[in-house]
């Protein structure tokens, strides 16, 4: 190899070399930019999730309501209703008796026992929100032994928000979610009947109207059934005068002997299962019936109740006489 040859060759590997160098560099500097852009992008996320955290709520209650075993509330200045649960099963403390609707109260429950609020307020009085008169007051007993005792106050026209009494006796901002829970009056957690009154003329095959005395007229025209019937669908079970009438009580105090009645016949759709696992639909017989008894003391209805129910109702005198007056209809020629 000549020496004018090895050294074409130093020249070439000379001028390599910084070019090998400056890619080093980069390379370096590329690998530095992409973890400082990391952590640029890390401290960016814990920003985010701090400031998220900060104005997430505050939990002031995250506890079971299935282990509640007490539950009370009263709005403004109104009466206690206070509820307590034996089982799986609330009642109402007055009078256990009480058709009381199980999926509300409990709803009631849960939402008492998750409370989230805004913010804390540290300035001001009771006074000052309308904590001393409290527009609700609310009490929940978690194991038969743990109480917490909170109050609602005024509405910040603001925002909004009410005011609220923690157990601690802190005041806080909560949202107006809470509220619609404890709006009820006891009438509204009465569960009444549900009567039947959806039946498609079409399956009516005939409805009877019995009196007291035990005279009695069956329908079965078309024009009949649909004239009777819309007065039946007026028995909605929504006027009650009694959530909890005995036997005595139903014959003797409001005269519901089970005689003087309307009964509607009709057919109804039914799946069935045979033996090999196949479901079949068939129609089969059916009745819908309300027992009729005495006339309101103030002459405004008459007292009804339907078979197996502890509930009396009222409908009004025009509703009844107008079913009675079929005791004497004859379909048209």
């Given at each position: ?43 960016e996320a814990d920003r985010l999730a701090a400031e998220e955290a900060a104005n997430a709520a505050i939990m ?223 129609m089969m017989d059916a009745t819908a019936k309300v027992y009729f008894g005495n006339a309101v003391l103030d002459g405004s209805g008459v007292y009804y109740t339907l078979p197996k ?25």
């Amino acid at each position: 190899m000549s020496e004018n040859t090895n050294l074409q060759r130093r020249k070439k590997k000379n001028k390599a070399l910084p070019l090998i160098i400056l890619v080093g560099i980069m390379c370096v500097l590329g690998i530095a930019y992409a973890s400082l852009s990391a952590a640029n992008d890390k401290a960016e996320a814990d920003r985010l999730a701090a400031e998220e955290a900060a104005n997430a709520a505050i939990m002031l209650a995250e506890l079971d309501s299935t282990t509640a075993t007490g539950l009370s509330y009263r709005v403004g200045e109104g009466e206690w209703i206070t509820f307590t649960r034996s089982g799986t099963e609330w009642q109402y403390t007055e009078d256990t008796e009480f058709p009381l609707n199980q999926e509300t109260v409990s709803t009631m429950a849960a939402a008492i026992s998750s409370i989230g609020a805004t913010r804390k307020v540290e300035e001001g009085t009771e006074a000052d929100y309308g904590l001393d008169t409290p527009s609700y007051e609310i009490h929940i007993t978690y194991n038969g032994s743990t109480t917490y005792r909170y109050a609602v106050g005024d509405m910040n026209t603001f925002n909004g928000e009410y005011y609220f009494r923690n157990d601690d006796g802190g005041v806080y901002m909560i949202s107006s979610a809470l509220l619609p829970y404890f709006q009820y009056t006891l009438e509204d957690l009465i569960v009444l009947d549900t009567p039947v009154t959806d039946i498609s003329s079409e399956y009516i095959t005939g409805i009877t109207v019995t009196a007291a005395d035990g005279t009695a007229n069956t329908v079965t025209d078309a024009d009949g059934i649909a004239g009777l019937y819309s007065l039946f669908t007026s028995l909605d079970c929504e006027e009650w005068a009694d959530y909890s009438a005995d036997s005595e009580e139903m014959s003797g105090k409001y005269g519901i002997d089970q005689v003087s009645s309307i009964t509607v016949s009709y057919k109804k759709s039914v799946d069935v299962t045979d033996t090999s696992g196949n479901v079949q639909t068939t129609m089969m017989d059916a009745t819908a019936k309300v027992y009729f008894g005495n006339a309101v003391l103030d002459g405004s209805g008459v007292y009804y109740t339907l078979p197996k129910s502890t509930v009396v109702y009222t409908i009004g005198s025009d509703v009844y006489e107008g079913i009675m007056g079929y005791l004497s209809y004859t379909p048209a020629e």
